[in-house]
């Protein structure tokens, strides 16, 4: 004669099916398989946690996490929150559709811009993008009107990466493959030239 | 895990409370990939789920120095990946997102059990049926199935009682075999 497993019982399986069971509960759910009164169910449900169990991983191991990009994200805004406490400003403090938007087009420009190659470098441990130029970089503030696709054409145009930023005051460091002194500052005179994407634009 | 991890990542939120960002780098490779995993069992919008996890890793920062040793790390972890993502919730549906167990229906006669078996060998079936579950439901089977808590800890994570969470899994289980008969037959 067999009979359904009572709840207890369906707790013991998925337990053992997990992992988290007990050396106890390993045994009982090992008698209710093997016991001829529960084993029609007990294998049933067993089959059943186990394709849970994989459908629930399957679908969780599938996602694309931040991963680097997301660290780097964050040491930025780190970095920026010790500066802001030294210098008695908050970022937190800023309009909150500011920040989203400093925050937001910083991680489409990177993303664009292949700024994916974040890694650990130099004694310090500092982070540092890989092939970028040693030549300078350039402190740039957009204008807020700037729209993400203007600025995307244009560090794409320019051949620019993002190296650090957005800073509280919304300031992107930016560097050039391969650039040269010289050039750099043809650069910074083409970039002050776009008035309408660019507000200030400094040789660092 | 191995006391010496749970020793490791402990020892890391004590350097991160330091101001260590390379230690802030290891915790955060440690679990980025599981506490996004997690957040988006409740979220589908990636953008929406990596935000969340910034802010989950910014708290870090700023809290280490107040994680007492009383839970796990990544039990600490979890609960404020929990809250933040069901905080996150409330605020883009615009109503209460059910903590306690909600009221649910199962119905006397369900689908028989071979049935739910040949459905649930359809991967596509099982993940239909998961997006299907309400969102706490679907949390728990995550956090039970995927990350492999005991009920327990899941209870630590969302601030409830065992039973509770016992309660839960089981509903969202009796849920899934439920949605998983219907599937089958819908497809014969």
Same mark, same amino acid.
């Given at each position: 004669m067999t009979r359904d497993l009572t709840r207890e019982e369906e707790d013991w399986l998925a337990a053992a099916v997990i992992g988290t069971a007990s050396e106890e509960e390993k045994a009982v759910a090992a008698a209710l398989l093997a016991d001829e009164e529960t084993r029609e169910a007990a294998k049933a449900e067993e089959a059943?946690? $186990?394709?849970? $169990?994989s459908g629930v991983s399957e679908g969780a191991e599938d996602m694309m996490s931040p991963g680097a990009m997301g660290l780097q994200r964050l040491l930025r805004d780190i970095r920026a929150e010790k500066q802001d406490a030294g210098n008695g400003f908050s970022f937190a403090a800023l309009p909150k559709a500011g920040r989203a938007f400093a925050v937001a087009a910083s991680l489409a420009l990177a993303v664009i811009t292949g700024f994916t190659a974040a890694r650990i470098t130099g004694e310090e441990g500092s982070y540092r993008t890989a092939g970028l130029s040693e030549a300078g970089t350039l402190q740039v503030i957009f204008e807020p009107s700037a729209a993400e696709g203007e600025i995307r054409a244009l560090l794409l145009e320019h051949d620019l990466e993002i190296v650090e930023g957005p800073s509280a005051l919304g300031v992107y460091r930016l560097a050039q493959r391969g650039a040269q002194a010289q050039a750099l500052e043809e650069l910074r005179a083409v970039l002050a030239a776009k008035e309408t994407l660019i507000q200030s634009v400094e040789i660092e | 895990m191995s006391?010496? /991890?749970?020793?490791?990542?402990?020892?890391?939120? @004590?350097?991160? @409370? @330091?101001?260590? /960002?390379k230690a802030f780098a290891a915790l955060y490779e440690t679990f980025e990939k599981r506490l996004f995993a997690f957040i988006r069992s409740k979220l589908n919008d990636p953008n929406e789920a990596a935000d969340i996890l910034h802010e989950i890793f910014m708290d870090v920062w700023r809290k280490a120095g107040k994680f007492?040793?009383?839970?796990k790390v990544s039990t600490w972890l979890?609960?404020? @990946?929990?809250?933040?993502?069901?905080?996150?919730?409330?605020?883009?549906?615009?109503?209460h997102v059910a903590l306690d167990d909600e009221a649910f229906e199962i119905a006397d006669e369900g689908p028989g059990a071979a049935d739910i078996l040949q459905s649930a060998q359809e991967a596509a079936h099982v993940k239909t049926c998961l997006d299907k579950l309400p969102d706490v439901q679907r949390l728990v089977l995550h956090m039970a199935f995927f990350e492999e808590l005991s009920y327990a800890r899941i209870g630590e994570v969302m601030d409830r009682p065992e039973g509770t969470i016992k309660t839960r899994v089981y509903h969202a289980k009796q849920a899934m075999k439920k949605c998983l008969g219907l599937l089958l037959g819908e497809a014969a």
């Open positions: 059943f946690l $186990k394709a849970l $169990k | 006391q010496s /991890e749970e020793d490791r990542q402990r020892f890391l939120i @004590a350097r991160i @409370a @330091a101001g260590d /960002e007492e040793g009383r839970s979890m609960s404020i @990946a929990f809250h933040k993502t069901v905080d996150r919730l409330r605020k883009k549906k615009g109503q």
